[in-house]
């Protein structure tokens, strides 16, 4: 659910309310899932997706519910995997989109979701937008349904077509609320609170892309779900993937320029950049995920000191790594170190 590599703790308490309104302790499960009670009720301690991944699996067999008890009607265990094998043979990202959209229309009471476009889209023919409506007065609006119903579709849909969908901007009919910084990289840098509909738009020449996917690739997806929707896809055969791991190889201090590395990947300066575009990235975004990433590794491994670490990252002082670790994580690099918050390589 999140870019940076963390999830806000905020998302644990959500995900395991329903547990809460159904009279249930959730401590046990937590703890189950590799996640510190104590530290979720503090918010001292942001979360590794895998341990957020293992806690939505079990609370969602506990109630038998993939949306959490965030619907008036239960999403039954098995929904999901059953949606996905009717969307791999849509023949486009449109199709599969407007299958994903009526799937959600019958099994779900609160919420409708709808593809709009063109002039209903409210930006002429060049985006296009999935709509959540809340069309039932009374219903309670669980703000962490529509979070995760946002999550999981722009997942499964840049699944499908094999690249990242960019999101241009997100907007959300509730009020912001107090973790609204995290939606910056959850959804778009560009995000609007109180607007009539809560919506996804993209670049509608997307919605053409063709489905890319099979019932042998479902098989490896539907294992590692949630996991694999809770960090914005990464293609790993594109441009960006081909970067990362270049990259990954090296030691920060050693990475190239970006005309350096497009030579290095045999293709002109140029078309690296429009691949990279094309991907929903750039270079210097590619470059502060990995250093993030390492920060994370490196501090939790605890034997490096923060200075060291800044340094091995590429930091003339260590003042900019304090900076940008507090950008990713909302916390201090000490302060993580000294926690000890685990990682996956």
Sequence with gaps: ???????????VRAAVQGMVDQGLDPDPLLKKAGIDPDAVRSGTSRIPPSAYSAMLKLVAQVLDDELFG??????????????????????TLEKALTLICRFFGLVLDDVVITLARGAGAGRGERLARL???????????HVFGIEALLTFIHGLACWLVRRRIAIVQADFSYPMPEYASEYTVLYSSRVRFQQPVTA????????????????????TFLAEAPENMLVKY??????????????????????????????????????????????????????????????????AEGSRGVADVAADLGYAEPSAFHRAFRKWTGSRPGVYRRQGRGVEP
């Design 1 to 11: 659910m999140i870019e940076k590599g963390t999830i806000a703790p905020c998302f």
């Design 70 to 91: 965030q619907d008036s009607r239960r999403m039954k265990v098995g929904s999901f995997a059953m949606l996905c094998r009717l969307v791999i043979h849509a023949p």
């Design 131 to 141: 709509e959540f409506a809340t069309p039932f007065a009374g219903r309670p609006r």
């Design 200 to 219: 996804l738009a993209f670049d509608a020449a997307l919605l053409a892309l063709p489905v890319r996917q099979s019932e042998r690739t479902l098989k």
């Design 234 to 299: 990464k293609n790993i055969t594109s441009e960006a993937g081909r970067v990362r791991r270049v990259l990954r190889r090296l030691p920060p201090t050693d990475w190239p320029g970006f005309e350096d590395i497009a030579a290095h990947l045999g293709v002109p300066a140029s078309t690296l950049r429009r691949h990279l575009h094309r991907d929903g990235t750039s270079y210097q975004q590619i470059k502060d995920d990995v250093r993030h990433h390492l920060a994370l590794l490196w501090l």
